[in-house]
C-alpha cells in the first residue's frame, strides 16, 4: 500500500514539475538556511570537555579595585583571571585531587640541531604537572612530566604533534633536546591532534584558537622571568619595576583550575577560598566584598559569553525564514491539491475512503519534505563551506557532520508535514459529487 | 475603480490571502531589522582609522640567543628601513593599532586625579618618526625629538617617559576644555610626562571598545626581545616592498628572525571580521526572503488567475478592456500588500523591540519600516504583473463555454 502512495505521489509532482520544483526548492532553502546557523550554534557553544563537566573548576576571586568592577557593564563578576600568589596560594591546597595554575608565554625555538630548520617563535603554555590529566589530553608519545620537574623547575617541554614535525619530523623525540630560548629543553611527551572548541581551558585570548604549541613547568617560568603573552590586568597604583614586582601585585595573568571529586570536597574548598581571602583582607588586600566563584566547565563557557549575541540572533531570523517558506509551500500546496480535487472526487467515487485521501496526500507532502531535507543538506554543506572559506580557525565550527544531516532532513521533514496537513485536511473535506458534475 | 467589490472577491478566498499577507508581513519584520542591524555594523566598520592604514607595513621580528642586544638591533633596522626607497617613515612600537591587542593605563591632569581615574589609554611606545610612520595628522604641537626617546631594557618597568602626544578624545577627557600643550600628564604612580602634541583622532587596539579613539603616544624604544615595527611606504608601494623589507633585515645577519611583514589591512580585517560576517549572513536572509516572498505573490496571483478563468471571461464579454482587468489584480495585489505592511509595521517594531532589549542592539529606526514597506509594495506590484497579464489575455470567449 505504501508503494502504491508512493507511486502517486510521484506522479503528482511529476505532473507539475514547476510547482513542485517550487515547493522543494523552498524548503531546501528554509532548511539550508536554518541547519547552517543551526550548526554553527550547536558547535559554537559545545563543551569539549563535558565528559569531566562534574569534576573540574575554574576558580575565581574578586582582588580588584575597591572603587568599580572589574567589568563595569557586569559589576558582579570578579575578574576572569588570577594573580600570581592568589593561585600557588590556593594551589597549595591539598583539598582538589588535583589542581592546575597555568599562563602563557612565547618561546623562540631553535630546531637547527635536530633538522636543520630556522629559528621560529611560538605560543606557550607555562602549567603545573596536572595539566595534561585534568584536561584529558591525549599523548602520541611520552607523557607529561612528575612533581618533581615542578619543585625544582626542570627544563622539560610536551610538543604538540605539529610541533613535534616542524622540529623532529614525524618521529618519536621523547628523551630528546630542543632549544628553547637559547637553553636545552628535554622532550617528556608529545601531544597527538588536540584541539578543544572552544578553547574552554583559557578564553581571554580567542575562544576558537588553537592550542599553544608547547608545554613547559610553571617554575621555569618564575626562574627564568619568562614575560607574559596572554592578558595582564592591574588596578592597583604600585611600581612594576622588576618581575618579582609583578609576581607579588594584585596583577591578573594567571588561570587557575581544580578538580574536586564529591560534595564534599567541593564545600571544603569553598570554605578554604573563602578563609585565604579574609586572611588577604586581615593584610590590605581584597578590597572588595567577597565575590569568590567555582565554575564547572560549561558554566565557565556561558560565563565568557562564548557564544555572542550575533549567533543567536541569526539562529531566530533562520528560523523566521524557515516560517516563510512553510507559509509559501503551505500557499503552493493549496493551490496544488484544491487544484487536483477534480481527480481526488474521482477517486473518492471509485471508492476510496476520506482516510486513504488523506495518507496519500501526506505521503506526497512527506516525499516533497525529505526531497527538501535532502537538498536542504546539499545547501549546508554548500552555507559551512562558504563561512570555512571566509574565515580561518573555523574547521572546528564548521564540520559537516552526520548529526547536522539528521537535524537538517528531519526539520525538512516536520516543516513539510506541518505546512501539508491544512491543504491535505482541506482536500479531504471536499464532496467527491460536485467535482463529478461539472468539468 | 470600485474597492469594495475588489475586498470582497479576494476574501472569498481567505486562506491564500492570509498566507500571502503573512508572508509579507513576517519578510518586513525581518528585512527592516536585518537591514538596519546591516547599515548599523556596515557605518562602524567605516569609521575613520585616523592613521594611513593602507600603506602601513606591519614587521614583527624576535630575537633570541645571548648575543642579542635589542637596542641595537632596532637602530640598526630602523636605519635600513628607513633607507629603502619608497618608505616615508619608520617606527618600532609595543603595539599595532587596531590589532586587538596592546596596553592601556590610566591618566589624570593632576596626581590626585590619575589614582581615581577611569579615564584610560591605549599606549604607543614610539620614536620621533611615529606620527610620520602612522600617517595620523598633527593638529597641535609638535612630534617627538630623537633626545626624547627613552629606553629601559627591562620589559617590567613602570617608566613614564618625558614626552606624549594624545589624540583629541584623550585630550578632551583628561583636560576638557582646556589647552593640553605644554601642560603635564600624571600617571597612578604620581609620575609625569609633558603633552607636546596632540593628533587627529586614530583607533586604537580595541575597536569594539566603548571609547576606541583614546589613544596616547610615548617617546620610547619598546624592549624586547620582540619587537614590531611600523614602516609608512608611499601610496601603492606597500605590497611590492614586502619582500625587499625581509630580505633587507634578514641580510643584516643578526641573532633574530622576522616572523612576518604584514600589511595594516590584515589587522583591521581581523578587527571587523565578525561585524562583516554578520553583515553578509543577514544580507544572504533577506535576499532570499525577498525571493521567496516574491514568489509567493506570484504563485496566489497565478492560482487565482487560473480559479477566476470564467469570471475574468465572462467580465471581458460584458465589456472590460485588457488594461481593466490587469489594473484589478494590480489593486487587489496593492490592497494585500497594504494589508501585510501594516501588519509587518507592527511585527518589525515589536521585533526590533524584543532584539534590542534582549540582545542590547540600538534601537530600530523607524525608516527601515517605511523603506521596507515601499520595497514590498514595489515588489507586489512587479510581481503580479506577469500573472495579470496571463489573465487578461483570457478570451472573453470563455464565458459561454462549458467545457
Known amino acids: 500500500m505504501f508503494t502504491y502512495h508512493l507511486r502517486l505521489a510521484f506522479k503528482s509532482l511529476r505532473r507539475n514539475p514547476v510547482l513542485s520544483a517550487l515547493m522543494i526548492g523552498a524548503i531546501a532553502l528554509g532548511v ?46 570578579a575578574p576572569m583571571e588570577i594573580a600570581y600568589r592568589d593561585a600557588m596560594a590556593l594551589g597549595a591546597s591539598k583539598i582538589p585531587s588535583r589542581h592546575v ?40 608519545y611520552g607523557g607529561g612530566w612528575d612533581q618533581a620537574a615542578d619543585d625544582g623547575a626542570q627544563n622539560v617541554v610536551v610538543l604538540t604533534r605539529n610541533t613535534n614535525q616542524k622540529t623532529f619530523g614525524d618521529v618519536n623525540s621523547v628523551g630528546r633536546t630542543l632549544q628553547l630560548d637559547g637553553r636545552d629543553y628535554k622532550v617528556v611527551g608529545v601531544l597527538n591532534e588536540w584541539n578543544p572548541s572552544p578553547k574552554f581551558y583559557d578564553l581571554n585570548n580567542g575562544a576558537f584558537d588553537e592550542p599553544e604549541e608547547l608545554f613547559v613547568p610553571l617554575s621555569v617560568g618564575a626562574a627564568l622571568e619568562l614575560p607574559p603573552a596572554g592578558n595582564v590586568n592591574c588596578w592597583r597604583n604600585e611600581p612594576l619595576n622588576s618581575y618579582t614586582d609583578l609576581m607579588n601585585s594584585d596583577c591578573v595573568w594567571h588561570q587557575f583550575w581544580v578538580q574536586l571529586d564529591n560534595d564534599e570536597q567541593v564545600q571544603s574548598f569553598r570554605t578554604l577560598v573563602d578563609n585565604y581571602v579574609r586572611d588577604q583582607k586581615a593584610l590590605g588586600r581584597f578590597p572588595r566584598p567577597m565575590n569568590n566563584h567555582l565554575y564547572r566547565p560549561d558554566e565557565w563557557l556561558k560565563h565568557n559569553r562564548v ?3 550575533d549567533n543567536r540572533v541569526l539562529v ?28 481526488v472526487g474521482l477517486r473518492r467515487a471509485l471508492g476510496a475512503s476520506r482516510s486513504m485521501i488523506f495518507r496519500q496526500h501526506l505521503v506526497e507532502v512527506s516525499v516533497i519534505g525529505v526531497a527538501g531535507g535532502l537538498l536542504g543538506v546539499g545547501l549546508t554543506v554548500l552555507g559551512l563551506l562558504q563561512i570555512r572559506t571566509m574565515y580561518e580557525n573555523y574547521e572546528g565550527l564548521t564540520r559537516v557532520d ?18 501539508g496537513l491544512y491543504p491535505t485536511w482541506r482536500v479531504c473535506r471536499t464532496q467527491p459529487a460536485s467535482y463529478l458534475k461539472t468539468q | 475603480m470600485e474597492i469594495r467589490p475588489i475586498l470582497s472577491a479576494m476574501f472569498r478566498n481567505k486562506t491564500g490571502v492570509v498566507l500571502v499577507g503573512l508572508q509579507i508581513a513576517l519578510t518586513l519584520a525581518v ?91 591605549n599606549i604607543y611606545e614610539l620614536n620621533e618618526q611615529g606620527v610620520a610612520a602612522l600617517g595620523v595628522k598633527l593638529i597641535e ?19 613614564f617617559a618625558p614626552a606624549v602626544i594624545l589624540t583629541k578624545d584623550m585630550d578632551h577627557a583628561i583636560f576638557g576644555d582646556e589647552p593640553a600643550l605644554g601642560k603635564p600628564i600624571y600617571d597612578g604612580l604620581g609620575q609625569s610626562a609633558v603633552v607636546v602634541g596632540v593628533i587627529e583622532n586614530m583607533l586604537g587596539a580595541w575597536v569594539g571598545f566603548d571609547a576606541p579613539y583614546r589613544v596616547l603616544f610615548t617617546s620610547r624604544t619598546a624592549s624586547g626581545p620582540t619587537g614590531n615595527y611600523i614602516v609608512r611606504t608611499e601610496p601603492g608601494r606597500s605590497n611590492a616592498l614586502i619582500p625587499e623589507i625581509e630580505k633587507k633585515l634578514s641580510a643584516l645577519n643578526l641573532p633574530r628572525a622576522i616572523a612576518w611583514v604584514r600589511p ?76 501585510g505592511v501594516v501588519a509587518g509595521a507592527v511585527f518589525a517594531f515589536a521585533f526590533g523591540h524584543w532584539l534590542s532589549s534582549a540582545y542590547a542592539l540600538p534601537r530600530l529606526d523607524p525608516m527601515f519600516v517605511v523603506a521596507g514597506s515601499v520595497l514590498l509594495l514595489i515588489l507586489g506590484q512587479l510581481a503580479v504583473f506577469v500573472p495579470a497579464r496571463r489573465a487578461a489575455a483570457i478570451p472573453p470567449a470563455i464565458a459561454t463555454r462549458t467545457v
Not at chain 1, 536554518?34 to 550554534?41: M, P
Not at chain 2, 582609522?49 to 630575537?63: E, F, M, P, Q, R
Not at chain 2, 633626545?147 to 627591562?154: G, H, I, K, L, R
Open chain 1, 32 to 77: 539550508g538556511v536554518c541547519s547552517t546557523t543551526l550548526t554553527v550554534y550547536r558547535l559554537m557553544s559545545g563543551n569539549p570537555i563535558a565528559h569531566r563537566n562534574d569534576v573540574l573548576y575554574s576558580v575565581t576571586v574578586d582582588n580588584w579595585d575597591p572603587a568599580r568592577p572589574w567589568n563595569e557593564k557586569r559589576p558582579d563578576i
Open chain 1, 101 to 140: 595554575v597555568m599562563r602563557k608565554t612565547t618561546f623562540v625555538v631553535d630546531p637547527s640541531r635536530t633538522n636543520g630548520a630556522k629559528p621560529f617563535q611560538v605560543e606557550a603554555r607555562l602549567a603545573t604537572k596536572d595539566f595534561f590529566t585534568m584536561f584529558d589530553t591525549p599523548f602520541l
Open chain 1, 307 to 309: 557564544v555572542r549575541n
Open chain 1, 316 to 343: 531566530g531570523l533562520s528560523f523566521m525564514f524557515l516560517a516563510v517558506c512553510l507559509l509559501n509551500m503551505l500557499g503552493l500546496l493549496l493551490a496544488k491539491f484544491l487544484g487536483g480535487a477534480p481527480l
Open chain 1, 402 to 419: 552526520f548529526t547536522m544531516g539528521v537535524i537538517a532532513i528531519a526539520i525538512a521533514l516536520a516543516a513539510g508535514i506541518i505546512a
Open chain 2, 31 to 121: 528585512v527592516a531589522n536585518a537591514a538596519f542591524i546591516i547599515i548599523n555594523r556596515m557605518d562602524l566598520i567605516n569609521r575613520p582609522k585616523g592613521i594611513d592604514s593602507d600603506n602601513i607595513l606591519v614587521v614583527h621580528s624576535y630575537g633570541f640567543g645571548p648575543t642579542y642586544d635589542h637596542l641595537q638591533t632596532v637602530q640598526r633596522d630602523l636605519d635600513t628601513l628607513r633607507a629603502i626607497p619608497g618608505v616615508v617613515a619608520a617606527t618600532s612600537t609595543n603595539g599595532i593599532p587596531m590589532s586587538g591587542g596592546g596596553s592601556q593605563n590610566a591618566y589624570g591632569r593632576t596626581p590626585e586625579a590619575a589614582k581615581t581615574t577611569t579615564v584610560s589609554a
Open chain 2, 141 to 159: 604641537g609638535r612630534v617627538f625629538t630623537k633626545e626624547e626617546v627613552q629606553y629601559n631594557p627591562s620589559p617590567t618597568n613602570s617608566d
Open chain 2, 264 to 339: 595594516h589591512s590584515y589587522f583591521v580585517e581581523k578587527s571587523y571580521r565578525s561585524d562583516s560576517r554578520m553583515v553578509s549572513y543577514l544580507g544572504v536572509i533577506v535576499v532570499l526572503m525577498i525571493v521567496i516572498t516574491a514568489l509567493g505573490i506570484v504563485g496566489l496571483a497565478s492560482f487565482q488567475v487560473n480559479v477566476r478563468t470564467k469570471q475574468i471571461g465572462t467580465r471581458r464579454a460584458v465589456g472590460a478592456t485588457r488594461s481593466n482587468i490587469i489594473r484589478y489584480f494590480m489593486v487587489e495585489n496593492w490592497l494585500l500588500t497594504t494589508g
